[in-house]
């Protein structure tokens, strides 16, 4: 399953450097903005040279599937923060509490009932982001738009969780600056500083309109073996 001829450490410095100057160029501090490896779909061995590169930050949409990648590879490198960034079942909410450092997928309150009870289990406690369906697409994960404020101070007062980001994915044939827009103005009037938005397409767009997090996979990886 390897690409042999993809060059991760090429891709990687390209990547950098596009947020750099796209955070400079609308007067941000590069350092202000994450850079979140989106390694899901890729083997260990395939992930190495960006954790050799020195990149920390991960991002991984099944539980499972990263259960299997990341323990191995924590063990030969410190510091990695791993992302979940794919939809959490109640049923695997133990598991993401233990292994995930970031859960951007927050978007019902079952999900946050189950968190909640996790948090109080254990000592662990994983940030969380509020996952909003700016694009209201039936099919899609996330809050609606109009649901969000309520849904935030459900999470925090309710169930006392730590909601410090927001996350969306635009609909995939649309502009996507007025739902970063769209996300940073629900950021804004609950006063929450993190916003993960951009991904390989539109990540630079991501950064002028205010992102804290882009989340970049095949611009760094390669293509995946597998639609997700
Ligand atoms: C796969 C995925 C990404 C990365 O997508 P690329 O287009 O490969 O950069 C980012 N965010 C989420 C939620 C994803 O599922």
């Known amino acids: 399953m390897n690409q042999p001829y993809f060059d991760v450490g090429a891709a990687l410095q390209e990547v950098r450097a596009r947020i750099d100057r796209s955070a400079r160029d609308s007067g941000r501090t590069p350092a202000d903005v994450q850079l979140v490896c989106v390694s899901k779909g890729k083997e260990a061995e395939e992930i190495v040279p960006a954790l050799e590169a020195g990149e920390r930050a991960f991002g991984e949409n099944r539980v499972q599937e990263a259960q299997r990648k990341w323990p ?8 990695v923060e791993l992302h979940l960034i794919g939809s959490l079942q109640t049923n695997k909410v133990r598991d993401a509490v233990a292994l995930f450092d970031v859960i951007e997928t927050l978007d019902r309150p079952k999900l946050a009932e189950a968190l909640a009870k996790e948090y109080q289990a254990t000592s662990r406690r994983p940030e969380l982001y509020v996952e909003i369906n700016t694009g209201r697409e039936p099919q899609k994960a996330g809050i609606l738009p109009e649901k969000a404020d309520e849904f935030i101070a459900f999470c925090r007062d309710q169930c ?28 804004r009037r609950n006063g929450i500083t993190k916003l993960s938005m951009g991904m390989s397409a539109d990540y630079e767009l991501g950064i002028q309109l205010g992102a804290t997090h882009v989340r970049v996979g095949s611009a760094i ?7 997700a």
């Open 160 to 187: 006392a969780l730590p909601v410090t980001g927001l996350m969306c994915i635009p609909p995939a044939y649309e502009q996507a600056s007025p739902h970063f827009a769209l996300l940073a103005l629900i950021a």
């Open 221 to 227: 990886f390669g293509a995946r073996h597998y639609p």
């Open 72 to 79: 191995g590879l924590r063990d030969c490198y410190s510091g």
